[in-house]
């Protein structure tokens, strides 16, 4: 494991204004290496803005954010690309790229070789399950199955270690997902953990989050409401103020595991 | 699904390429044997040879080849595999140069009398100087309204405005159209249609400086248009510089859409079927693509210049003419196979 001595993302402060509404205000947390962190909260609570700033893309009214210990600002396109892999809500592809062809585009920051490049590829093809894909045209998939070849293209653009620790920021990977690879994907994601690489993954479902994640960062209205470990954030109080819905946990009492039941309150909190 | 590897597809159009320009070459309303080609006589064949037809071949494939490319990476940039180089007004601004310099021509002469009378040695006429300036006017223009300092420039913006300036000319166009007399409209309309039987060596230096240039400064975009293929923010997360990978292509197409423009008149199909074709054969990979389309543009154009001499020898059809009818039933027969074929 990476010593962690200093977190590999730390925002600070940041806030976001885009023609004079306040997208994100105030926020403040820190990702660690090898630890998973959800980001959760409703339509509109700012998940995306703060992603989008995390990967550059969305210039910062307010604070900063540092990348191993380096302001994002200071880190060169290219080097950036080969520690941090981000996948946003959509791609849209229309060229008859293979599935193969899509998740070598992530090796294309690397100078690693043709040899190295297709073997990293096809490892990536066969963890996320979509080796039977792999010589399928893009444009012939289902949304699910392409939102798997995304996600494997970026697990491939940040697959080998490189100088500093990595981390991987995923815009709602799973909104297409069926069941069983919604949980394909939380146990991968774990086991990328392990290997020390930080995910930062914007999660709607928040049983999927629960499991899968270290701590758990709500955001409501452009703040932080709480960030911690998931049991001290998914409370009931907590739900109903960012989410307008009641919450109660229910025990599984085979397995023990908690799992979080909703009843619509009357309002939908805008 | 892919038919061929990128690869050899270009090996495969290289070795077409050679009995395509000596056929281009040798093949013509007069015939005669392509050994008057060495022979260092000033017989009438070897002048024929020699100053028309090799200068011609080698025209129509250098030309064919920078359409292709211009066309391809432009498809790129829009992420469109429809787009085509008119989109960001090129052609409608080269016509409108072309049609002022066919109807205010005598004026200009009178006014730049010295600066043409060096233009015309190096081998271009003022209608070909005019469809160069408008053609990259009317980019300048595209390019400074849809680019924001916030935000780069915007692609769909692009497309839009493209379509905009497209109009506006198209209407000038008519304007000039309406006032010309019957001689400058035939030489309007024709011009429109393309044609390459203007071809002489120092267009050919031209074109060929052209392309070299266009190789050079595409060598190492191949990856980047690959990128930039999946979005402009995943292109950015992958370590592509977009603004400057952006400008740099539509200064390219612009420039290389100009040229030929300039030197054989608009030319249609080729810069949106060739590529096309080659993506239905072997795939969008830039890698290969930006290659395989230069070889199949300058195949397909020397075919369809060679035709259109020998159509309704002695006299010639219009060029672009011929590219339709031989591209788009083509184009069209591949489309049906890829679709079958899913």
Redesign the interface.
């Known amino acids: 494991m990476h010593a962690k001595s200093h977190p590999v993302l730390q925002i600070d402060s940041v806030g976001v204004d885009i023609e004079g509404v306040t997208l994100l205000d105030q926020v403040s947390m820190s990702v660690e290496a090898g630890e998973v962190i959800a980001l959760v909260g409703p339509n509109g609570a700012g998940k995306s803005t703060l992603v989008r700033a995390i ?3 969305q210039q910062l009214s307010r604070g900063k954010i540092a990348f191993n210990n380096a302001p994002m600002a200071d880190w060169p ?6 520690h ?3 996948m ?1 809500q959509q ?8 599935a193969r ?2 998740v070598a ?2 090796r ?2 690397h100078s690693t070789g043709q040899l190295i490049d297709s073997q990293v590829v096809e490892q990536v093809l066969a963890y996320l399950d979509v080796g039977y894909l792999a ?1 399928r ?1 893009y444009p ?1 998939l289902s949304g699910g199955e392409r939102q798997r070849v995304q996600l494997a ?1 970026v697990l491939a ?1 940040i697959w080998t270690p490189v100088e500093h620790p990595r981390l991987l920021v995923l815009d709602e990977p799973t909104s297409n997902f069926d069941l069983a690879h919604q949980l394909l994907v939380v146990k991968l994601l774990r086991e990328i953990a392990f290997q020390g690489i930080s995910v930062l993954v914007v999660m709607h479902d928040l049983n999927l989050a629960m499991i899968c994640a270290d701590r758990i960062a709500m955001l409501c209205c452009g703040q932080l409401q709480a960030i911690g470990r998931p049991e001290s954030v998914l409370t009931s109080s907590n739900i109903r103020q960012s989410f307008g819905v009641d919450a109660e946990f229910i025990q599984d009492s085979v397995t023990g595991q908690k799992h979080l039941a909703f009843t619509a309150t009357d309002r939908v909190k805008t | 699904m892919r038919l061929l590897e990128g690869q050899k597809l270009c090996w495969l159009l290289i070795a077409a390429a050679v009995p395509v320009l000596i056929m281009a070459i040798a093949v013509g309303p007069v015939s005669f044997p392509l050994t008057s080609l060495f022979s260092n006589d000033n017989s009438q064949s070897a002048l024929i040879l020699r100053e028309i037809r090799i200068p011609r071949a080698l025209l129509s494939a250098l030309v064919g080849a920078v359409l292709a490319i211009s066309g391809a990476v432009m498809q790129g940039l829009f992420r469109n595999p429809l787009a085509d180089p008119s989109l960001i007004g090129v052609s409608a601004g080269a016509s409108v140069g072309t049609s002022v310099a066919i109807m205010f021509g005598g004026y200009l002469a009178g006014a730049f009398g010295g600066w043409l009378s060096i233009s015309t040695l190096s081998g271009l006429s003022l209608i070909s100087i005019g469809a160069f300036l408008g053609g990259a006017g009317a980019v300048v223009l595209v390019y400074r309204l849809s680019t924001s300092p916030y935000r780069g420039t915007s692609v769909p913006t692009m497309l839009l405005v493209g379509i905009a300036i497209g109009a506006l000319a198209a209407a000038l166009n008519n304007l000039m159209s309406f006032m010309a007399d019957n001689e400058m409209l035939r030489r309007m309309s024709l011009w429109q249609m393309g044609n390459l039987d203007l071809a002489n060596w120092n267009r050919v230096w031209l074109c060929l400086a052209m392309l070299v240039l266009f190789l050079i400064l595409l060598r190492n975009q191949s990856s980047n248009l690959n990128a930039l293929l999946l979005g402009e923010s995943e292109a950015r997360h992958l370590g592509v510089n977009v603004q400057a990978t952006k400008r740099r292509i539509i200064v390219l197409a612009a420039l290389g859409v100009g040229v030929s423009t300039a030197l054989a008149g608009t030319i249609a199909f080729v810069g949106l079927i060739v590529p096309h074709m080659v993506r239905l054969i072997s795939g969008p990979d830039h890698r290969s693509l930006l290659l395989a389309s230069g070889i199949m543009g300058a195949i397909m154009l020397m075919l369809a210049d060679l035709l259109s001499r020998l159509v309704i020898a002695p006299a010639e059809l219009p060029v672009g003419v011929i590219t339709a009818f031989l591209g788009v039933p083509f184009f069209v027969y591949l489309l049906r196979q890829t679709v079958s074929a899913r």
């Not at chain 1, 791609?91 to 293979?98: E, G, K, R």
């Open positions: 990967s550059g893309e396109l290219e080097a950036l690309a080969v941090m892999a981000f946003p791609s849209v592809l229309d060229f008859p790229f293979t062809e899509v585009l992530g294309i920051p010589d045209v012939s293209r653009q």
